[in-house]
């Protein structure tokens, strides 16, 4: 890509690659992608704010935020150019090297968590903070850890082992360390868990991936569901054509991608 492009404001056929087109970048991501979840049901070629195009220039509103990451929405002035002006300067240095925005961004975390005698740990993913926590609970000599039924605390086999969902564990058995699993929100069955042989207790506040629908439902009641797609809760909605109107006899683009939850 030229150094002139413009990454935020480009049409979907210039920044859509050769072939453009939504079928013709779902055949070229299943010749070269590994198909651990699926081929995903809607190619994304750009983003502004809370709206997302695919390769048909078709616009969608996008609820997912990078799984729940993306705050500032896609290319929110103010992070496009705090990434240029860093890359600009210095790039990735790996933790061979100390670089200024490393330790302010420490110091601000500190700040902010109220720990001014504290220790930052970054990692790439939370996957790899739970993968830390385990390594810091066997320094302690204890290998005992708690955990509940539902949680996802990762794919990697030290959170797998963490993560409370019997069928992303049981392909991968056997996983390290010792857990215990109690029921989410069981106050009694944590209590009898934790022993003095217990390192770690990793609980999610709320649980994204399986529970929370599940209560939600005991809550709140059924929720509401879409009359032409069944479903609680969806991460795409597609908002409008940006492109005009279909051919006639052409198929159209989902409405959504995967389920949230």
Known sequence: MSGG?????????????????????????QGVMMDNFGTPRLPLVRGRGTRVWDAEGNEYLDFVGGIAVNSLGHAHPALVRAVCEQVASLGHVSNLFMAEPTVRLAERLLRLAGRPDGRVYFSNS???ANEAAFKIGRLTGRTHMVSASGGFHGRTLGALALTGQPAKRLPFRPLPGDVTHVPYGDVEALRDAVTSGTALLVLEPVQGRTA??????????????????????????RSRPASG????????????????W
Do not use: M
Not at 214 to 224: K, L, M, N, Q, V
Not at 245 to 260: D, E, I, K, L, Y
């Open 212 to 237: 929370w629908s599940c209560r939600r439902r005991a809550i709140c009641g059924p929720p509401a569901r879409s009359p032409r797609r069944p479903g609680p809760s969806w991460c795409w909605t």
């Open 245 to 260: 109107a279909r051919a006639a006899g052409s198929r159209p683009s989902p409405r959504a991608s995967r389920r949230t």
């Open 126 to 128: 939370g996957a790899e």
């Open 5 to 29: 492009a413009d990454l935020t404001g480009g049409s979907a056929a210039d920044l859509a690659g050769p072939g453009a087109g939504n079928a013709a970048l779902a055949r070229r991501w």
